[in-house]
C-alpha cells in the first residue's frame, strides 16, 4: 500500500529546472532507493518528501506528494508537523554538540511530547532501536561529537525517533562511512523497516541492491525507471538505466 503519492511533480532553482513531472507511488514498510549520477535530481526529490527545499531561495515547486490523505505541497500544510512524519538522515553525522541523552530528547523537550518521568525510558527505547544501547547505556552524558562515526549516525537516527515519524529520508547514509560501519548500518536500514517507510539516496549502487525492495533510476531530473529492485538490475527496461548500471556513465 502507497504511503507517498507523487503526481506530475516540477521543482525550479529560478529558472533552472530540477524535477521533471515526477509520478511515483512509494510503499509503506518498503526500503525505496534512489540511484542515478551526481546532479540528476535524488537528493532533490528526497528533499521534496518533506518541503526542505522550502529553505532555497527561489526554489518552486509544482505537482503533487500526498503522504497518507494530505497534500503536503498545499499552502496550508503545517511544516513542523510534516517534519515530525517524515524525518531526515543527512550524508554527514551531525549529531548536536550535546550529551548521548539530551540528543535524544532535544524534540520531545522542544515539542513538549513527553514528561519528563518518560525520558529515561524514552532514551532507552530510542538507543535499542538503533541498537545502539548496549554500547551507550553507561555513556549516556558523554558528548554525542566524541562517538564514532558509525554511532553518531545511529545516533541521528535515533533522534528523529521520539516525534513518532512514519518515513526516514536519508540522503547518502553512508557516504562518510567505512565498509564495516556500513554493512551495520544497512542491517540496521532492514530493521526499522519493520516501523517505518524508508527512502534512501545512494551512489552506491550495490548497496541499493543489497537493502532496497524498490529502486528507481533518476537522470537530469527526470524519474527514467521504478521498479522492483531486482527487475532494476537484472532487467531493466530503459536503454539508459541498463547503460547506468553497466557503467556506462555515471
Given amino acids: 500500500m502507497p504511503i507517498v503519492e507523487v503526481k506530475n511533480l516540477d521543482l525550479f532553482y529560478g ?16 526500503i525505496t532507493a534512489l540511484i542515478g549520477p551526481s546532479g540528476c535530481g535524488k537528493s532533490t526529490f528526497l528533499r521534496a518528501l518533506n518541503r526542505m527545499n522550502d529553505l532555497i531561495e527561489d526554489a518552486r515547486t509544482t505537482g503533487k506528494v500526498q503522504i497518507e490523505d494530505i497534500d503536503i505541497l498545499a499552502e496550508n500544510t503545517d511544516l513542523v508537523n510534516l517534519r515530525k512524519k517524515v524525518g531526515m538522515v543527512f550524508q554527514r553525522p551531525n549529531p548536536f554538540p550535546l550529551s548521548v541523552r539530551e540528543n535524544i530528547l532535544f524534540s520531545p523537550k522542544i515539542h513538549r511530547t513527553a514528561q519528563k518521568e ?4 524514552l532514551v532507552e527505547e530510542c538507543l535499542k532501536a538503533v541498537l545502539l544501547w548496549d554500547d551507550l547505556k553507561d555513556r ?32 547518502e547514509p553512508c557516504s562518510a562511512l567505512d565498509p564495516i560501519a556500513t554493512e551495520h548500518i544497512e542491517e540496521l536500514m532492514r530493521i526499522l523497516k519493520e516501523n517505518y517507510s524508508i527512502v534512501i539516496v545512494t551512489h552506491n549502487m550495490q548497496q541499493a541492491a543489497r ?40
Fill in 15 to 30: 529558472d533552472f529546472h530540477a524535477l521533471k513531472n515526477i509520478n511515483v507511488s512509494i510503499q509503506d514498510k518498503y
Fill in 211 to 250: 537493502v532496497s525492495d524498490e529502486t528507481g533510476f533518476m537522470l537530469l531530473g527526470e524519474l527514467i525507471e521504478f521498479e522492483k529492485t531486482e527487475h532494476i538490475f537484472t532487467n531493466p527496461q530503459d536503454k539508459r538505466t541498463n547503460d547506468y548500471i553497466t557503467g556506462r556513465f555515471g
Fill in 118 to 121: 518518560d525520558y529515561d525510558n
Fill in 140 to 171: 549516556l552524558s558523554t558528548n554525542a561529537l566524541n562517538l564514532t562515526l558509525e554511532q553518531q549516525q545511529r545516533l541521528c537516527i535515533a533522534r528523529l525517533l521520539p516525534v513518532k515519524p512514519e518515513i526516514l529520508l536519508m540522503d
